[in-house]
């Protein structure tokens, strides 16, 4: 069975005060969780080994560490700590000067995901029951406040001795550690510091007990040690040395005692700079990126097999749109063209590039790429790999700021990356599937709440922020209200932490609003301002959730029912819930299990309310008539989030559920053998039904020769443009793909974009309507022939002459004998020529210059 907890105790000449306090800690411990009992002699003179002895015959939970020669705190606890084998590691003194009770306190603080919590005398809340002597007490304070200056600032009481760690950071810090003296406090808070691990400061009771081992020397002993820690932070060295006791060999920094006292698996000692953090990424960390990319891979399998040839059907027209767009964005930079607009569709309005989600951020660093093998591959490459390092993003901020543990931590971040609603944009939205970014952006949030380097973070949660803007503002977006509505649900249960954090994140936020708005105001003036820029955009009624699909089954989850998903959403690339009812109900089981927890009750609230809004301004309660107002009401019409599609917000929640899970999986660790069985079995059962199926694909509609073999080069003039039969839209984009198949030798009117439509500029999918594309678009649906009046043919010719038209183009397709006969018609009976696979109206070469041909 996993050991929760460890309790490490050194010991010198302690025969007066040992038995009491092995007597407190096993009498508290009990049978409430399983536990181990480190005693840790350091070469007592009196019967402290004896006592030790004594007391782990009565208690086999009990260890003792024996010792010959005393080499001092340090050397005892990094003895002790590497010998643990707890999920936790708490490390007090054999005076119990802080009563062993309120190791409460550091558990609350542990759950809320920090690496280590302290026990301080200094932190507000703290009491001190029984004084040390003023003058004792004096050097304290004086040594504490140099000790704040060189090493660990921002900590007021390093020297405490209790303390909880995180098991597997406190078997690294300690195994890093060199100190054999009394410094070793502030050397392993140093090195956690190094390692960006969040450290909480817990006031607790704490009372002076006679009999102390601290002599007045050993404040100067602290200070030298402390100095030296600081030199070699400064220059840091390498190599093996033989340690300063004799007792083992260090190696880049790491004690490998000799007694023989620590079994390697318990804790092997770590290596410390960029190279041995190299070797623990490659040990573990590489392996978990290695199968999100396989996972990524696995799942986009069916296209890999022909990335130019295969198409994915759930994409609708987004394929060729995002494809088009990795294109166009290419051709621009190679050509030093702006990378902001482009009139290669929509002609003559051209496109507002910034308006539209290009993601600037990858597809211009993947401009060569894209130029060497074309936007199929490079969009795919951006897909599968983006989607890998999403989840490893999620990854990598579970462990530093919740889940040390690396398979929970996995799993969690799997759940975050690859939930249902994710798979569903993987179809076709890589601005909602490559999120990166999102977890390093509220990670330097959350490091704004320590108060510690907060111009630093700031800056840097500046950069962040602004690169999202060119990788996806909607995601940001929705980001910022996850983290506001964390924010809220954690500061109503923590008050302590609001009122200790609020001003430090305000400037914080202040000094990345003052780094991102240079780097991303003329951007987004002209995304707002620009031309062909536009005003809110306008969604289908059914962008809402409704509350059956927080709890049915996506279209492409192992358990999906496409019909029930299809009918519960506005299409199959919007599926933005469908977490199913089993993981609803393990998250309520989750969240009454693990409520005692300011996390958890805080992921609660940010989830429960994500899902509420999700639900838009007005939905429908399951099985009944009653229509209910929903709390998006009041922000539906709000600055930018009235473009915002409402069920996307449910996307929140495929986090707070991977984070929930994860903890839980934490907590099944230490529990009972049969809970520990059925708690998974439970995870089990609500993940398998929502693992993902490879997204479907199918043989790609071919590119005419016409257009691949450069014939419409004899049709097409300079400044002219090709005119697909119907105009390409939102529903048929294949004029998309043959524009780049020709790398764009010619330009296209109307488009597949969002653009400006009437005197308002309220924002449309696709170009202004126009009597001719619309008319066309009605016989590719309907299959028939209208009736067309002289003044059809006028408006044609007016329309034509908008756009600059130089040929217009049939490809073979559905109802193409009405379409052919429809556009003979328009131009009076000109029949068109089959040339290089499609039929050919050739409209001659300035036919528009006196008002018609």
Same mark, same amino acid.
């Given at each position: 069975?996993?050991?929760?907890?460890?309790?490490?105790?050194?010991?010198?000449?302690?025969?007066?005060?040992?038995?009491?306090?092995?007597?407190?800690?096993?009498?508290?411990?009990?049978?409430?969780?399983?536990?181990?009992?480190?005693?840790?002699?350091?070469?007592?003179?009196?019967?402290?080994?004896?006592?030790?002895?004594?007391?782990?015959?009565?208690?086999?939970?009990?260890?003792?560490?024996?010792?010959?020669?005393?080499?001092?705190?340090?050397?005892?606890?990094?003895?002790?700590?590497?010998?643990?084998?707890?999920?936790?590691?708490?490390?007090?003194?054999?005076?119990?000067?802080?009563?062993?009770?309120?190791?409460?306190?550091?558990?609350?603080?542990?759950?809320?995901?920090?690496?280590?919590?302290?026990?301080?005398?200094?932190?507000?809340?703290?009491?001190?029951?029984?004084?040390?002597?003023?003058?004792?007490?004096?050097?304290?304070?004086?040594?504490?406040?140099?000790?704040?200056?060189?090493?660990?600032?921002?900590?007021?009481?390093?020297?405490?001795?209790?303390?909880?760690?995180?098991?597997?950071?406190?078997?690294?810090?300690?195994?890093?550690?060199?100190?054999?003296?009394?410094?070793?406090?502030?050397?392993?808070?140093?090195?956690?510091?190094?390692?960006?691990?969040?450290?909480?400061?817990?006031?607790?009771?704490?009372?002076?007990?006679?009999?102390?081992?601290?002599?007045?020397?050993?404040?100067?002993?602290?200070?030298?040690?402390?100095?030296?820690?600081?030199?070699?932070?400064?220059?840091?060295?390498?190599?093996?040395?033989?340690?300063?006791?004799?007792?083992?060999?260090?190696?880049?920094?790491?004690?490998?005692?000799?007694?023989?006292?620590?079994?390697?698996?318990?804790?092997?000692?770590?290596?410390?700079?960029?190279?041995?953090?190299?070797?623990?990424?490659?040990?573990?960390?590489?392996?978990?990126?290695?199968?999100?990319?396989?996972?990524?891979?696995?799942?986009?399998?069916?296209?890999?097999?022909?990335?130019?040839?295969?198409?994915?059907?759930?994409?609708?027209?987004?394929?060729?749109?995002?494809?088009?767009?990795?294109?166009?964005?290419?051709?621009?930079?190679?050509?030093?063209?702006?990378?902001?607009?482009?009139?290669?569709?929509?002609?003559?309005?051209?496109?507002?590039?910034?308006?539209?989600?290009?993601?600037?951020?990858?597809?211009?660093?993947?401009?060569?790429?894209?130029?060497?093998?074309?936007?199929?591959?490079?969009?795919?490459?951006?897909?599968?790999?983006?989607?890998?390092?999403?989840?490893?993003?999620?990854?990598?901020?579970?462990?530093?700021?919740?889940?040390?543990?690396?398979?929970?931590?996995?799993?969690?971040?799997?759940?975050?990356?690859?939930?249902?609603?994710?798979?569903?944009?993987?179809?076709?939205?890589?601005?909602?599937?490559?999120?990166?970014?999102?977890?390093?952006?509220?990670?330097?949030?959350?490091?704004?709440?320590?108060?510690?380097?907060?111009?630093?973070?700031?800056?840097?949660?500046?950069?962040?922020?602004?690169?999202?803007?060119?990788?996806?503002?909607?995601?940001?977006?929705?980001?910022?209200?996850?983290?506001?509505?964390?924010?809220?649900?954690?500061?109503?249960?923590?008050?302590?932490?609001?009122?200790? =954090?609020?001003?430090?994140? %305000?400037?914080?936020? $202040?000094? #990345? @609003? &003052?780094?991102?708005?240079?780097?991303?105001? !003329?951007? *987004?003036?002209?995304?707002?301002?620009?031309?062909?820029?536009?005003?809110?955009?306008?969604?289908?009624?059914?962008?809402?959730?409704?509350?059956?699909?927080?709890?049915?089954?996506?279209?492409?989850?192992?358990?999906?029912?496409?019909?029930?998903?299809?009918?519960?959403?506005?299409?199959?690339?919007?599926?933005?819930?469908?977490?199913?009812?089993?993981?609803?109900?393990?998250?309520?089981?989750?969240?009454?299990?693990?409520?005692?927890? =300011?996390?958890?009750?805080? %992921?609660?609230?940010? $989830?429960? #309310? @994500? &899902?509420?809004?999700?639900?838009?301004?007005? !939905?429908? *309660?399951?099985?009944?008539?009653?229509?209910?107002?929903?709390?998006?009401?009041?922000?539906?019409?709000?600055?930018?989030?009235?473009?915002?599609?409402?069920?996307?917000?449910?996307?929140?929640?495929?986090?707070?559920?991977?984070?929930?899970?994860?903890?839980?999986?934490?907590?099944?660790?230490?529990?009972?053998?049969?809970?520990?069985?059925?708690?998974?079995?439970?995870?089990?059962?609500?993940?398998?039904?929502?693992?993902?199926?490879?997204?479907?694909?199918?043989?790609?509609?071919?590119?005419?020769?016409?257009?691949?073999?450069?014939?419409?080069?004899?049709?097409?003039?300079?400044?002219?443009?090709?005119?697909?039969?119907?105009?390409?839209?939102?529903?048929?984009?294949?004029?998309?793909?043959?524009?780049?198949?020709?790398?764009?030798?010619?330009?296209?009117?109307?488009?597949?974009?969002?653009?400006?439509?009437?005197?308002?500029?309220?924002?449309?999918?696709?170009?202004?309507?126009?009597?001719?594309?619309?008319?066309?678009?009605?016989?590719?649906?309907?299959?028939?022939?209208?009736?067309?009046?002289?003044?059809?043919?006028?408006?044609?010719?007016?329309?034509?002459?908008?756009?600059?038209?130089?040929?217009?183009?049939?490809?073979?397709?559905?109802?193409?004998?009405?379409?052919?006969?429809?556009?003979?018609?328009?131009?009076?009976?000109?029949?068109?020529?089959?040339?290089?696979?499609?039929?050919?109206?050739?409209?001659?070469?300035?036919?528009?210059?006196?008002?018609?041909?």
């Amino acid at each position: 069975m996993a050991i929760e907890l460890t309790v490490v105790v050194p010991a010198y000449n302690e025969q007066e005060r040992l038995r009491p306090t092995l007597d407190a800690i096993t009498g508290y411990l009990g049978d409430t969780r399983n536990w181990e009992l480190i005693v840790v002699d350091d070469g007592s003179g009196d019967r402290t080994r004896r006592i030790a002895h004594e007391a782990a015959v009565a208690e086999p939970r009990i260890r003792v560490l024996p010792g010959d020669t005393n080499h001092g705190k340090g050397h005892a606890l990094r003895r002790g700590v590497l010998a643990s084998r707890g999920e936790r590691v708490l490390i007090t003194d054999a005076d119990l000067a802080t009563p062993i009770s309120e190791l409460d306190r550091l558990d609350k603080a542990l759950a809320d995901g920090h690496a280590a919590a302290i026990g301080s005398r200094a932190a507000a809340g703290a009491r001190i029951e029984h004084h040390q002597h003023p003058v004792r007490e004096g050097l304290g304070r004086a040594g504490n406040l140099l000790i704040r200056l060189l090493a660990v600032p921002g900590i007021r009481d390093t020297q405490c001795g209790f303390k909880l760690f995180d098991g597997e950071h406190a078997r690294s810090a300690f195994a890093a550690a060199r100190i054999d003296g009394w410094g070793i406090d502030v050397e392993v808070l140093h090195h956690l510091r190094r390692e960006r691990l969040p450290v909480a400061e817990v006031p607790v009771r704490w009372s002076h007990q006679e009999g102390s081992k601290v002599r007045a020397r050993d404040y100067l002993s602290v200070l030298r040690e402390v100095t030296a820690l600081k030199a070699r932070s400064l220059a840091p060295g390498s190599g093996a040395v033989v340690s300063s006791d004799g007792g083992g060999v260090q190696s880049g920094g790491a004690v490998v005692p000799s007694d023989g006292t620590v079994d390697p698996s318990d804790g092997a000692p770590t290596p410390r700079g960029p190279v041995a953090r190299f070797r623990r990424l490659d040990r573990g960390s590489l392996a978990v990126a290695g199968l999100f990319v396989l996972a990524s891979f696995l799942l986009y399998l069916r296209r890999w097999t022909d990335p130019d040839g295969r198409y994915l059907p759930d994409a609708l027209q987004d394929q060729n749109q995002w494809e088009w767009f990795f294109d166009v964005t290419a051709h621009n930079v190679l050509n030093l063209q702006n990378p902001l607009f482009t009139d290669l569709q929509g002609y003559p309005d051209g496109v507002n590039l910034m308006a539209n989600t290009v993601m600037l951020g990858l597809s211009v660093p993947f401009t060569p790429v894209t130029a060497l093998f074309g936007p199929a591959l490079s969009l795919q490459l951006v897909m599968t790999l983006g989607l890998a390092a999403t989840a490893y993003a999620w990854y990598w901020l579970l462990r530093r700021h919740a889940v040390p543990q690396r398979a929970p931590a996995a799993i969690g971040a799997a759940l975050a990356a690859f939930a249902p609603p994710m798979i569903s944009h993987a179809n076709a939205h890589p601005n909602f599937i490559v999120l990166f970014m999102i977890p390093l952006i509220i990670d330097r949030a959350l490091r704004l709440v320590t108060g510690e380097r907060v111009v630093r973070d700031g800056v840097v949660l500046g950069l962040f922020s602004a690169y999202q803007i060119f990788l996806g503002e909607e995601p940001l977006l929705l980001a910022v209200m996850g983290l506001l509505l964390f924010a809220a649900g954690y500061s109503l249960v923590r008050r302590d932490v609001f009122l200790a =954090a609020w001003r430090p994140v %305000l400037r914080g936020l $202040g000094i #990345a @609003a &003052a780094v991102a708005l240079p780097i991303v105001a !003329f951007p *987004l003036w002209w995304q707002f301002f620009g031309p062909q820029s536009y005003s809110g955009i306008g969604h289908a009624p059914n962008t809402a959730n409704s509350p059956l699909a927080l709890v049915s089954f996506a279209e492409r989850s192992l358990a999906g029912d496409r019909e029930n998903s299809q009918s519960l959403a506005m299409n199959i690339t919007e599926q933005n819930a469908f977490y199913g009812w089993p993981l609803a109900a393990l998250a309520l089981g989750i969240v009454v299990r693990l409520w005692d927890r =300011a996390l958890v009750k805080a %992921l609660a609230f940010t $989830g429960c #309310a @994500a &899902a509420l809004l999700s639900l838009g301004s007005r !939905f429908d *309660l399951p099985g009944t008539t009653i229509t209910v107002t929903g709390p998006w009401r009041a922000l539906a019409n709000q600055p930018l989030l009235s473009a915002v599609i409402e069920s996307r917000i449910a996307m929140i929640c495929a986090p707070v559920l991977g984070l929930l899970i994860a903890l839980a999986l934490v907590r099944l660790r230490t529990a009972r053998p049969a809970h520990r069985r059925w708690g998974r079995a439970a995870v089990a059962a609500a993940l398998i039904p929502i693992i993902p199926l490879p997204l479907k694909a199918v043989d790609r509609i071919p590119v005419p020769a016409f257009v691949t073999d450069g014939m419409y080069e004899a049709y097409v003039a300079e400044g002219e443009t090709l005119v697909p039969v119907p105009l390409p839209d939102p529903a048929v984009a294949e004029g998309l793909h043959w524009q780049t198949a020709a790398d764009f030798g010619f330009k296209l009117p109307r488009g597949y974009f969002n653009g400006p439509w009437g005197p308002e500029r309220k924002g449309i999918y696709g170009a202004a309507p126009r009597h001719t594309s619309n008319l066309l678009a009605e016989v590719r649906g309907s299959g028939e022939v209208p009736a067309l009046s002289p003044a059809w043919q006028a408006q044609a010719r007016e329309d034509l002459a908008y756009w600059n038209a130089g040929a217009l183009v049939l490809a073979p397709q559905r109802h193409q004998d009405a379409l052919r006969e429809t556009v003979t018609r328009l131009l009076d009976g000109q029949e068109p020529e089959f040339v290089g696979g499609v039929w050919v109206w050739d409209l001659p070469e300035g036919a528009w210059e006196d008002g018609g041909p």
